[in-house]
Each structure stands twice: as structure tokens, then as C-alpha cells.
């Protein structure tokens, strides 16, 4: 299946996900840990009817549930359709789909020559190109369980940052974390590239971006 722009999944209306970082995200909230997993064994039924699976994380009073076709490395109709099966069961359950305080991290190391760092760092911390995109600017953990590692080209001049964290927000919630992120002593870099990121800075100086999928392929 083509794989969707952020425009797009913006214009499905799908109540209660949010598009990050190649997929759609939600929490369903429960009861308690037997409702959890009453609605993940309902999900996984349904997912092997429509024979496409999502990632499923059950703790005690919700579940998360992310979805993205792995073939196109982004989101498709397919995941869609799975999205509003389970929005469908949620509602059954006595519950809702929910977006709200989701968020999905990445790691950046900035560097002039990635090529000879990028090696180290995959078998230190056990990730891997993905599959098809050779050469590549990223790593990822194959269980899913790490943040995505991604190497941006960068000068060489001193002092630097190497490393910063790249935070995927609704769009929505971006102003609210700046505000916040203000109030707690740290300054906006930079919003040149808004609304795709934001750079804000802590006290000392170190730095991180806020990205959304707006104005992005």
C-alpha cells in the first residue's frame, strides 16, 4: 500500500490517535489490568482478521496502541482501518481512544562524519540499519524497545552538542510545552523551521526539538 503524508492522516479525523514518527499512536484507558487485557486479546483478534498487527503496550490502567505498516515504512490505508476497529472496540469496552500527553522520542548525535560513529553505536547498543534504505542516517532497535537513533551532519567547530533529543508531539500540544518548558527557565533557540520543529534550550544550554509531521512528506 502507498504510504500516507501527515496531511492525510490529518484529514482521516481519526478520534483519539495522533501521527508520530511514521505511526499512529493511542491510550486506551481501563479499569484495571484484567480490562487491559481483555481489550488486548480483543485487538489481537481483530488485527489477525484484517492480518496486520500493531505494537501493544498493557500496563495496569491502559493501552497503548501503535500501529504502522513496516512495507512502507509509514502509515497506509490498512492502518486506517485497523485504527477504527479498534477505536470501535475501545468504545465497546466502556472506554476511548486517547491522544492526549503521547509522545514518541528519538535521539540525534550531531557529527561531521556520522559514517565512522554511525558502526560503533549500532553494536553498542544492539540497533541496525533498517532494511533497504542503504547508506543510512539511522539506527534502529529491531525489538522496538529504544528510541530510534538518527546521525545528523553537523560542523566540527568546539564547544558543541553532540547529543540532543528529538520529542514527537501532536501538533497541538507544541505551544503548551514551550510554555511550559519557558516557565521552567529554559529559552526558545529557534522556530525558523516551524511548524515541523522547535529548538528550546534549558538553563545551560543544552539543547532539544519539538517536531511535529506538519510540513513534512
Known amino acids: ?125 544492539g540497533m541496525e540499519r533498517p532494511p533497504g534504505t542503504e547508506p543510512t542516517d539511522e539506527l534502529r532497535d529491531p525489538t522496538g524497545v529504544l528510541p530510534t537513533l538518527w546521525f545528523q551532519e553537523s560542523g566540527g567547530d568546539e564547544p558543541r552538542q553532540r547529543w540532543h533529543p528529538d520529542l514527537w508531539l501532536d501538533p497541538a500540544e507544541v505551544a503548551p510545552r514551550i510554555d511550559a518548558a519557558l516557565a521552567a527557565g529554559g529559552t526558545l533557540v529557534s522556530d525558523a523551521e516551524a511548524p515541523s520543529f522547535w529548538v528550546l534550550a534549558d538553563p545551560e544550554g543544552n539543547m532539544v526539538c519539538l517536531c511535529t509531521w506538519q510540513e513534512r512528506g
Open 1 to 125: 500500500m502507498t504510504k500516507l503524508t501527515g496531511q492525510q492522516i490529518a484529514d482521516a479525523a481519526l478520534d483519539g490517535w495522533v501521527y508520530l514518527l511514521g505511526g499512529l499512536q493511542t491510550r486506551i484507558g481501563t479499569a484495571d489490568f484484567a480490562a487491559g487485557l481483555a481489550l488486548a486479546g480483543a485487538i489481537g483478534a481483530a488485527a489477525d482478521e484484517q492480518n496486520h498487527h500493531p505494537d501493544l503496550d498493557l500496563r495496569y490502567d491502559h493501552v497503548d496502541v501503535r500501529l504502522t505498516s513496516h512495507d512502507a515504512r509509514g502509515v497506509t490505508e490498512r492502518d486506517l482501518r485497523l485504527a477504527r476497529t479498534v477505536s470501535t472496540l475501545a468504545t465497546a469496552a466502556g472506554t476511548r481512544t486517547s491522544a492526549e500527553g503521547l509522545s514518541k522520542l528519538e535521539l540525534a548525535l550531531d557529527s561531521p562524519a556520522y559514517s565512522k560513529v554511525l558502526p560503533f553505536w549500532g553494536a553498542v547498543l
